[in-house]
C-alpha cells in the first residue's frame, strides 16, 4: 500500500473520530469515558459470563487500564463481581440495574448525536453509508 493511500485512510480515520466525539473525555451528560461505556456494554451483552481477561483480549486493553475501568464501574456500582462458578479463583461480570439506566442513557446520547449527524441526508444517502460501514466492517473482519 502506497503512502498517499494510507494518509487518505488516516485523514478519515481522523475525521471520523473527530464527529463521534471519540476525542471527548466523557460521553454527553455522563461521567464516563467511550472505553468505560464501551466496557459496560459488552458486561451487558454476555452478562455474567464475562471474567476481565475475557475483556482485555476482546477489546485490546492493557490489563491496568482494564482494572481501573471494572474498579471504576464497581465502585459506581454499575457492575458486580461475583465467584466465577466454573473456576474459583476467577470472577464473572455483570451489569447492575443502576449499570444498565448508565447505560440506556448513553445509547439514547449516542443515538440522538446519529440522528443529528444524518439530518439533512436522504434516506438513500443514509442507506449507502450504511452498507459502505457494513462493506469496510466485512473486509476489516478478515
Same mark, same amino acid.
Given at each position: 500500500?502506497?503512502?498517499?493511500?494510507?494518509?487518505?485512510?488516516?485523514?478519515?480515520?481522523?475525521?471520523?473520530?473527530?464527529?463521534?466525539?471519540?476525542?471527548?473525555s466523557k460521553i454527553s451528560n455522563t461521567e464516563?469515558?467511550?472505553?468505560?461505556?464501551?466496557?459496560?456494554?459488552?458486561?451487558?451483552?454476555?452478562?455474567?459470563?464475562?471474567i476481565a481477561n475475557d475483556l482485555v483480549a476482546?477489546?485490546?486493553?492493557?490489563?491496568?487500564?482494564?482494572?481501573?475501568?471494572?474498579?471504576?464501574l464497581k465502585k459506581d456500582e454499575l457492575i458486580?463481581?461475583?465467584?466465577?462458578?466454573? /473456576?474459583?479463583?476467577?470472577?464473572? &461480570?455483570?451489569?447492575?440495574?443502576?449499570?444498565?439506566? !448508565? %447505560? $440506556?442513557?448513553?445509547? @439514547?446520547?449516542? /443515538?440522538?448525536?446519529?440522528?443529528? &449527524?444524518?439530518?439533512?441526508?436522504?434516506?438513500?444517502? !443514509? %442507506? $449507502?453509508?450504511?452498507? @459502505?460501514?457494513?462493506?469496510?466492517?466485512?473486509?476489516?473482519?478478515?
Open positions: 500500500m502506497d503512502k498517499e493511500i494510507i494518509d487518505d485512510i488516516r485523514r478519515f480515520n481522523r475525521f471520523y473520530a473527530t464527529v463521534i466525539g471519540m476525542l471527548d464516563y469515558s467511550i472505553t468505560e461505556a464501551r466496557v459496560l456494554f459488552e458486561i451487558r451483552e454476555k452478562n455474567g459470563e464475562y476482546k477489546l485490546n486493553i492493557d490489563r491496568s487500564y482494564m482494572s481501573r475501568i471494572l474498579r471504576k458486580e463481581k461475583t465467584r466465577s462458578l466454573n /473456576d474459583s479463583r476467577k470472577n464473572s &461480570l455483570s451489569i447492575t440495574d443502576d449499570g444498565i439506566k !448508565v %447505560l $440506556e442513557h448513553v445509547n @439514547d446520547s449516542t /443515538d440522538a448525536q446519529i440522528l443529528k &449527524l444524518f439530518n439533512g441526508l436522504t434516506k438513500d444517502e !443514509v %442507506l $449507502e453509508i450504511r452498507d @459502505d460501514m457494513y462493506k469496510i466492517q466485512q473486509y476489516l473482519d478478515k
